[in-house]
């Protein structure tokens, strides 16, 4: 028969197992809720950005089709590379628009560098992370004169579909839509936020550090 102090003994270490496999089970659920519901959420929270600014309308015309059109961009520096995140809101729901980095935000726009396609959703909102170099050393090269090198230090945001502007009473006295270059078919509308709230010769990303 076995003594009372083994079994006493053998009883405490069943109960230890057990809280041992219940605490491991708990914390397990736990870890799966918190990965499921950051997967689920769609959303990557970057670090603290380093630097934030607004896009604002691009001419009287884009205030007067879309009151309540607005952009907000922050950068994150990295080690080797920035992010950028750039939000907007107001803008035509359901609709594609175009991210470019160009050198004066209005016409002509300078030397300008396609970046990403911004979708909205119903509401006319939307949003998109675009890595790559977003500083005060974002520049443009080439061998040929005249076009040494030129900083490009502005955003400017294009409707992806010239009808759709049209169509919205943004372009007020023309018979047809505006076609200009700023996407990937060089078939796109007209500019609808941009940085010209800074100097042309000091638009935003100059003042970020590398």
Not at 94 to 105: E, K
Not at 119 to 126: L, S
Not at 178 to 202: R, S
Request: glycine fraction near 8%.
């Amino acid at each position: 028969m076995m003594s009372t102090y083994r079994l006493r003994h053998s009883f405490l270490a069943r109960i230890f197992v057990l809280a041992m496999l219940v605490s491991l089970a708990t914390g397990s659920i736990s870890l799966l809720r918190v990965q499921t519901t950051e997967a689920s959420s769609g959303h990557f929270k970057p670090p603290r950005p380093d630097f934030a600014f607004n896009m604002v309308p691009s001419s009287p015309n884009i205030n007067g089709c879309l009151p309540h059109a607005s952009g907000f961009v922050t950068i994150t520096r990295g080690s080797q590379n920035d992010l950028m995140h750039v939000s907007v809101r107001g803008l035509v729901p359901n609709t594609g628009y175009d991210l470019f980095v160009i050198q004066v935000p209005n016409k002509p726009f300078g030397v300008a560098w396609y970046q990403s396609d911004l979708e909205t959703d119903r509401y006319g909102n939307g949003s998109v992370f675009v890595q790559g170099i977003f500083n005060s050393e974002t520049f443009t090269i080439t061998n040929e004169a005249p076009l040494a090198f030129t900083h490009q230090f502005h955003l400017g945001l294009w409707f992806n579909d010239p009808q759709v502007p049209f169509d919205q009473g943004c372009e007020p006295g023309q018979t047809s839509p505006t076609i200009t270059p700023f996407n990937g078919e060089q078939h796109a509308g007209i500019q609808v936020l941009n940085t010209a709230n800074f100097p042309d010769n000091a638009g935003p990303l100059s003042h970020v550090n590398p």
